[in-house]
């Protein structure tokens, strides 16, 4: 489950060890840290409370959990790390979407680089990059190693793929009612495999196998919805 997306809810709130419980509908609570607590929970904030990229509110200077969280919140995680025997897993409510070349992260600003990329001149260009993209507000991007040296229009398909799979979580997240549920997988390799390898020189992927067929469909309806690629 690490990468998926849930509503969850509060079902507890420790102040000793400054963690809250999350039910996010899979039998084992997810622990949260206040350190993984975004700043639009923080009292006084809301929905539009944004953080920069690379620069995480300090431990000192955010408001102790308690006073964040209550019982019965409606909190948006995302998994981290699975859990080990009978401990849930450790959840985070800072939330990052990768594409093939950038990755979105809802409610933060700014723009970034992959660490990966160690070279100053190069994370110079990749900003530089970046910077030539009308990217939304109230969401920071990173790009991706993959993302280097590609086209300006290959980079605004990957950001349109990326507003379209935020688009179908925000539509989830209105008709799921009150229940935890699931709002993005990043688990799924068939989905994956459609994301990082399928290009515009593809004219047809072939599945063996009907219900990975629905689910390819699906997902191909949101991200490609002009999509050439046939899928048999």
Same mark, same amino acid.
């Given at each position: 489950r690490v990468g998926n997306i849930y509503v969850g809810r509060v079902v507890n709130v420790e102040?000793?060890?400054?963690?809250?419980?999350?039910?996010?509908?899979?039998?084992?609570?997810?622990?949260?840290?206040?350190?993984?607590?975004h700043p639009r929970y923080f009292p006084g904030e809301g929905d539009d409370t944004t953080e920069r990229v690379g620069h995480k509110t300090p431990r000192r200077e955010r408001p102790p959990i308690q006073h964040a969280l209550r019982r019965g919140d409606e909190v948006i995680v995302q998994v981290l790390k699975d859990g080990v025997g009978s401990k849930g897993p450790t959840v985070t409510s800072y939330l990052s979407i990768p594409g093939r070349f950038l990755v979105m992260m809802p409610q933060m600003d700014n723009i970034g680089v992959s660490r990966k990329v160690e070279d100053d001149e190069q994370r110079r260009e990749m900003r530089a990059i970046l910077d030539q993209l009308e990217l939304p507000e109230g969401f920071g991007f990173i790009l991706r190693t993959a993302g280097f040296q590609k086209t300006k229009t290959e980079l605004k398909r990957d950001l349109s793929y990326l507003q379209r799979l935020w688009k179908d979580m925000e539509r989830r997240l209105k008709t799921g009612?009150?229940?935890?549920? &699931? *709002?993005?997988?990043?688990?799924? &390799? *068939?989905?994956?495999?459609l994301r990082d390898l399928l290009t515009s020189e593809i004219s047809q992927v072939i599945i063996d196998h009907e219900t990975a067929l629905t689910r390819a469909s699906r997902f191909m309806k949101i991200v490609a919805p002009r999509g050439a690629a046939k899928l048999m």
């Open positions: 102040p000793a060890i400054q963690a809250a419980f999350i039910d996010f509908g899979i039998g084992l609570n997810g622990f949260l840290h206040v350190s993984d607590l009612g009150n229940k935890p549920r &699931l *709002l993005y997988s990043e688990s799924d &390799l *068939l989905v994956r495999s």
